[in-house]
Each structure stands twice: as C-alpha cells, then as structure tokens.
C-alpha cells in the first residue's frame, strides 16, 4: 500500500527487501537500534524516519508527507511545462498554487503558411474558441433568414464580411492570450517563449525565436505540446493548402473551398464556411468521423447536404496547381478514386486540409531521456496517473496515447496531476464517458459508447436503443425539416438497462449533452430518463428518457433490433424494422394509433416518418405495409 501511495504521489523510491539480501538480519538489527521499530515496512523520507505503513498515512493525511517530500534545492525549478496549451497550462497553475516553483515552456513553431500565435495552445487559438465563433457567425446566418417567417422584413440582401469577423476574432484571441499570460504572472509562474528540449536527465534546453539558448533543470516535467495538422506529402500541399492553424486569421475570404478529410475539424470547418454562404465540397478517402457512432456520422452528413455541402467519397488528392495568384487565387485539384483508377479535377479558390494531426513529440529529446513513445502516432503511452516511462516525465492532453482528445479532459488531467505531485492528493482523471461535441451546422452530441463500440464489447443482444427524430419548435415556423434532428441512447439489458451511450443531433447539442454526461457518471437508467420530467418547450425535453413522452403522449419508444438492416429513417426511406412494441402480444407497426398521434400524419392512420400504414399482428409475423402509391412493400421481421 505504501508503494501504490508513493506512485500516486509520483514520488520515485527505493526498497530494500531484507529478505533477500544475505545480511537482512543484521540491517534489521542495526534499523531497530536507530528507529526502535521491529516491525516492517520501516520507511525514511529525505532521510527521516517516518515510521511504518500506519505512520506513513497519517503522515500523509496530516501533510506531513508533503512537507518531507520537498523537492532538491539543487534543481531550478519543482517542476517544468513544456506546452502552454490548455493542460499545461492548468497543471502548472495548480502546481504554483501548491507552493512550487514553476516554469512554462511555449514556442509556437510558424505553419508552412507562416502562421503563428500567442500562449494558450490549439484550443484558445486554432480550435475551439475561434472555430466556436465562426460557428456562431454561420447560425446567425440561419436565423436572418428564419426570421423573415417571424415577421422580420429585411430591407435589402444580407451580406456577411469575411474580414470584419476575422478582425473581431482575432481581437478576442488576442485578449484571451494576455489573460493567461496575466494569470501565469499573477502565481509567480515563470513563463520563457522558447522551444524546449531535454538534452539529459533533469535538464532540458530552451532555444527562444533568435537561437538563443539557455538550460534549466528540474525535479519533474510535464510534456504537453499538443498535436499539429498533417500534411498529404503530395505535390503543392504546403505550398498552396492551408489547415484550421491558417483558417481563422485568413486575411481574405477563401471562396470556394475544397476540405480534404472527414475528421470532426473537417466537418465542423466545412459547416461554417457553407453557412457563411461559400461553396464547399468535402473529400473523402473513406469514413467520417471516425471513432464516432456510424450513423450519427452519416446523418451529420445528410444535414450538412441540405444546406449545399457536397461530399466527393472515395477519393484522395494526388496533386494541387496554383493556376492563379491572388487572395484567393485559384487552384486545380486533382484527385484519385480509392476503388479504382478514375481520377477527377476540380477548381478551387481554397484548399484546406484536415486529414487528421501529428503529436509534437519528435523534437523535443525524449529519447535521450529514455522516454518511450509510440512510434507510428508520436504519442506517449502512460500509465493511470500520466506518468511516462520516465518516473519523473508525466504527459497530458493530446500526447497521451489513447485518451480522448478534448481540452476540457487536457484541464481536467493537468489539475489533477499537480494535486497528486504536490498537494497530497490522490484523485485520478477519469477518461470514462467524456462528453464531446462536433459543432457542424446541426450540432452532434454524444456521451459513452458508439453504437458499433457498445456492439463489440456488450455483443448486440445485450444491448437495447432507443431511437427517435424531433422536430424543435422553433423550426416550425421557420418550415426548417422535421425529419433531421435525432437521438438515440444505448442501454445495458443487464445492467438495469444503464444508459452506456447517448447522441443527439440538433440545435445546442452540446448544451444537451452536458446534462447528460453528469447524469451518466452518477449511473443514468432507462428508468430514470422516463421518471425525469422535462422542460417544456425545448429540444432537452425530447431527449429527457429519448422516450420523447411530450411528443409521444407517454407512448414508450420502441426498442429497435441491431442486427435489422434497413433505411432507418434515411432521408429517403421508410421507418426501419419499426416502431417495434415489447408487449408480448405482438408486434405494432409503426404504433398502436392511440398512443402515437403525434408520429401519424392527420388520418391516423399512417406513418409520420414512413407514411405506411399503421398495421399490427401477432408475434412472429411479418410485417407488411402499404405505400400510398399503392406500391407492395415489406418490412423486416420484427
């Protein structure tokens, strides 16, 4: 126990096992002599007798410890940070907070493009602050144009100004980089503009803009230098693309533009400028948003298509012409079919890539210090409490290999790390059920499992989900589509049907989602959702329970097969293996017509999603339906 309390601490200590050595009696002799303790585990801190495992506790727990644990006077500084991005930069306030002497290490190396920027890292200055914004920008957008059905007469044509945005954005940056720098200041944290790396153990080099160069050491270090977009290493792509580090202080408007990808930072890039009213085309070598539910993924797609995104799937680009100079300029595309040999050309006035990011761990010296990363991604394997192969090297935020890539889990593990280090604490982060957003044009909200991931690890027939669209109210009026916002929950049969993963697609996602995420932690069930009462009228409301009982008038959404495939509500499709009942009776398609108004079109008698007829029969028939066209058509079993 005492060892587990020295790792948590990150404390590096050495034992000596009386047992195994040939004169362990006569150690022990010796150390009851001088400790008058016969018992064992016999531990000295800094030279000090502290006592056994009972003492070693309360030590601890009275913060004793801490006080014994004082690092070596001989280093410059407790601890160093290289990284000023959001992890680094909350470990190394807390740390300061604590009483140690700190020292932050930020240098942000210029794009191809020469784009740089101020302390703070990707998310206050490339990411989710500016991206956020331009986010904004584009629903602004939306909501002119909905509020003519509101009532709102607009005198002439809206137009939007790239630049006057830019220059807002890039002002509220710039303030958002004092802060922190002011925030460093204000807890006596040393902060040195300069690139770091380690040159040996404990001590480290820092190279400022000029090639100056200057050594510190240290006790322990935190690497959190984050990840920087990746290049196609095709002909022209440094030359002539840009990435989302170029994207938010362009100077001009980028016109036409190709995305290359389909990360989340492709779709969300692609969302704003199309709703900024640029033409935009997605490339795609093969599968959106990876690592996110499939079918949400495609439905993030098929909401981005209705307001004029194109999507070229199966292809990648093999080359990029300048056939003009100017701001933007234009250029030639030339792209190969992943299926075959078909190549197509296109013209764009922008191309912007995002293709997925490299973590910057390459040059920073970590091998000379025996620190081991993962050759293939860069990033740095690390165990419960962030600590690498190196006992006093920890590692937070993007580097980590195999943790979610989300600035508030990078604060969260930063803060949590200096309490272990310095304050006494024991707490770890828990990775478990981070809540994320993808912020395209209709937010994707998502907390736990992905459909295929709950599959792979609970197997489908332990699993029910729970599935429906919604129409928010306020689009309404504005006759936006009632068949685009979706959610869906994942349950546990098993587990008192826990909610192991949830999704929405809709307006202010994430502002649902963050609800959501804490109700998960604390073991969220099917049976609470549908106790939970809601707040009317919102899109929260719908997804209270995703049994939807304002707008189903307490009708309890039906539980739908994984192994079924169908349409399942695609834009041009019927209702998938229906709305199906759990009654042992039978099967209802698409709902018993009494507890389902609201999903009927106005004869109640067929299908608002599908518009088949509503029929019903006994279990283990099949499910038939008529089209209105009097086409024959047949649902899979139920």
């Not at 020469?114 to 703070?120: C, M, R």
């Not at 680009?317 to 990029?320: A, F, I, K, L």
């Given at each position: 126990?005492?060892?587990?309390?020295f790792?948590?601490?990150?404390?590096?200590?050495n034992?000596?096992?009386?047992?195994?050595?040939?004169?362990?009696?006569?150690?022990?002799?010796?150390?009851?002599?001088?400790?008058?303790q016969?018992?064992?585990?016999?531990?000295?801190?800094?030279?000090?007798?502290?006592?056994?495992?009972?003492?070693?506790?309360?030590?601890?727990?009275?913060?004793?410890?801490?006080?014994?644990?004082?690092?070596?006077?001989?280093?410059?500084?407790?601890?160093?940070?290289?990284?000023g991005?959001?992890?680094?930069?909350?470990?190394?306030?807390?740390?300061?907070?604590?009483?140690?002497?700190?020292?932050?290490?930020?240098l942000?190396?210029?794009?191809?493009?020469?784009?740089?920027?101020?302390?703070?890292?990707?998310?206050?200055?490339?990411g989710?602050i500016?991206?956020?914004?331009?986010?904004?920008?584009?629903?602004?957008?939306?909501?002119?144009?909905?509020?003519?059905?509101?009532g709102?007469e607009?005198?002439q044509?809206?137009?939007?100004?790239?630049?006057?945005?830019?220059?807002?954005?890039?002002?509220?940056?710039?303030?958002l980089?004092w802060?922190y720098?002011?925030?460093?200041?204000?807890?006596?944290?040393?902060?040195?503009?300069?690139?770091?790396?380690?040159?040996?153990?404990?001590?480290?080099?820092?190279t400022?803009?000029k090639?100056?160069?200057?050594?510190?050491?240290?006790?322990k270090?935190?690497?959190a230098?984050?990840?920087?977009?990746?290049?196609?290493?095709?002909?022209?792509?440094?030359?002539?693309?840009?990435?989302?580090?170029?994207?938010?202080?362009?100077?001009?408007?980028?016109?036409?533009?190709?995305?290359?990808?389909?990360?989340?930072v492709?779709?969300?890039?692609a969302?704003f400028?199309?709703?900024?009213?640029?033409?935009?085309?997605?490339?795609?070598?093969?599968?959106?948003?990876?690592?996110?539910?499939?079918?949400m993924?495609?439905?993030?797609?098929?909401?981005?298509?209705?307001?004029?995104v194109?999507?070229?799937?199966?292809?990648v680009?093999?080359?990029?012409q300048?056939l003009?100079?100017?701001?933007?300029?234009k250029?030639?595309?030339?792209?190969?079919?992943?299926?075959?040999?078909?190549?197509?050309?296109?013209?764009?006035?922008?191309?912007l890539?995002?293709?997925?990011r490299d973590?910057?761990?390459?040059?920073?010296?970590?091998?000379?210090?025996?620190?081991?990363?993962?050759?293939?991604?860069?990033?740095?394997?690390?165990?419960d409490?962030e600590?690498?192969?190196v006992p006093?090297?920890?590692?937070v935020?993007?580097?980590?290999?195999?943790?979610?890539?989300?600035?508030?889990?990078?604060?969260?593990?930063?803060?949590l790390?200096?309490?272990?280090l310095?304050?006494?604490?024991?707490?770890?982060?828990?990775?478990?059920?981070?809540?994320t957003?993808v912020?395209?044009?209709?937010?994707?909200?998502?907390?736990?499992?992905?459909?295929?991931?709950?599959?792979?690890?609970?197997?489908?027939?332990?699993?029910e989900?729970?599935?429906?669209?919604?129409?928010?109210?306020?689009w309404?009026?504005?006759?936006?589509?009632?068949?685009?916002?979706?959610?869906k929950?994942?349950?546990?049969?098993?587990?008192?049907?826990?909610?192991?993963?949830?999704?929405?697609?809709?307006?202010?996602?994430?502002e649902?989602?963050?609800?959501?995420?804490?109700?998960?932690?604390?073991g969220?069930?099917?049976?609470?959702l549908?106790?939970?009462?809601?707040?009317?009228?919102?899109?929260?409301?719908?997804?209270?329970?995703?049994?939807?009982?304002?707008?189903?008038?307490?009708?309890?959404?039906?539980?739908?097969?994984?192994?079924?495939n169908?349409?399942?509500?695609?834009?041009?499709?019927?209702?998938?293996?229906?709305?199906?009942?759990?009654?042992?009776?039978?099967?209802?398609?698409?709902?018993?017509?009494?507890e389902?108004?609201?999903?009927?079109?106005?004869?109640l008698?067929?299908?608002r999603?599908?518009?088949?007829?509503?029929?019903?029969?006994?279990?283990?028939?099949?499910v038939?339906a008529?089209?209105?066209?009097?086409?024959?058509?047949?649902?899979?079993p139920?």
């Open positions: 126990m005492v060892k587990e309390l790792s948590s601490l990150g404390v590096d200590c034992i000596l096992e009386l047992d195994q050595v040939d004169d362990g009696a006569s150690v022990q002799e010796v150390l009851s002599e001088i400790t008058n016969r018992t064992v585990p016999n531990i000295f801190v800094n030279k000090v007798h502290v006592g056994g495992c009972d003492r070693t506790f309360q030590a601890h727990q009275s913060g004793l410890l801490q006080k014994l644990l004082q690092e070596d006077p001989a280093y410059d500084y407790d601890l160093i940070v290289i990284g991005g959001s992890g680094g930069l909350s470990c190394a306030q807390e740390a300061a907070a604590l009483g140690r002497r700190v020292m932050v290490l930020d942000v190396v210029p794009s191809p493009q020469g784009t740089s920027w101020g302390l703070g890292g990707t998310c206050v200055n490339v989710c500016p991206k956020q914004l331009m986010h904004q920008a584009a629903l602004l957008g939306q909501a002119l144009t909905d509020s003519r059905r509101f709102w607009c005198a044509q809206v137009k939007h100004n790239w630049e006057t945005m830019t220059e807002a954005i890039q002002k509220h940056v710039g303030s980089n802060s720098r002011r925030a460093l200041r204000e807890k006596a944290v040393a902060y040195v503009n300069s690139y770091g790396e380690f040159v040996e153990h404990h001590k480290i080099k820092a400022d803009g090639g100056q160069e200057t050594y510190y050491t240290a006790a270090f935190v690497i230098t984050g990840e920087r977009p990746r290049y196609l290493g095709i002909q022209g792509d440094k030359e002539y693309c840009i990435t989302s580090d170029d994207l938010f202080s362009l100077p001009y408007c980028p016109g036409a533009t190709l995305v290359v990808g389909a990360s989340s492709a779709l969300e890039c969302g400028l199309a709703g900024l009213g640029l033409e935009v085309t997605v490339m795609v070598r093969s599968q959106l948003l990876r690592g996110f539910d499939q079918e993924a495609e439905k993030v797609a098929s909401s981005m298509q209705q307001i004029g194109r999507f070229l799937r199966k292809f680009p093999v080359e990029v300048q003009e100079r100017g701001s933007p300029g250029l030639k595309v030339v792209a190969k079919s992943t299926e075959g040999t078909e190549m197509i050309e296109g013209l764009y006035n922008t191309v890539l995002a293709i997925g973590s910057c761990t390459k040059k920073i010296g970590l091998e000379k210090i025996g620190v081991k990363v993962n050759e293939k991604t860069g990033k740095i394997p690390v165990n409490v600590q690498s192969s006093y090297v920890y590692a935020g993007d580097v980590v290999e195999g943790k979610p890539e989300l600035t508030p889990v990078a604060v969260q593990a930063g803060r790390l200096a309490r272990r310095f304050g006494g604490r024991l707490e770890k982060c828990d990775y478990i059920n981070a809540p957003v912020f395209t044009p209709l937010e994707y909200g998502c907390c736990g499992y992905a459909e295929e991931k709950a599959v792979e690890v609970y197997r489908k027939e332990n699993l989900v729970y599935h429906t669209l919604f129409w928010p109210l306020e309404t009026v504005a006759c936006r589509d009632s068949n685009t916002c979706y959610a929950i994942i349950c546990s049969k098993f587990d008192n049907d826990r909610v192991i993963g949830f999704h929405v697609l809709g307006p202010k996602a994430g649902i989602t963050q609800g959501f995420a804490a109700a998960m932690k604390c969220l069930t099917k049976q609470l549908d106790d939970t009462i809601g707040i009317h009228p919102t899109c929260a409301q719908d997804d209270v329970g995703v049994t939807f009982r304002m707008w189903f008038l307490r009708a309890e959404l039906q539980y739908r097969q994984l192994s079924v169908s349409c399942r509500f695609l834009p041009v499709g019927r209702c998938s293996p229906p709305w199906r009942s759990r009654s042992p009776r039978g099967w209802t398609s698409c709902r018993r017509a009494a389902a108004k609201p999903l009927l079109s106005r004869s008698s067929r299908c999603f599908c518009e088949d007829d509503v029929l019903s029969g006994k279990p283990g028939d099949s038939g008529r089209r209105r066209d009097s086409s024959s058509a047949v649902h899979p139920g």
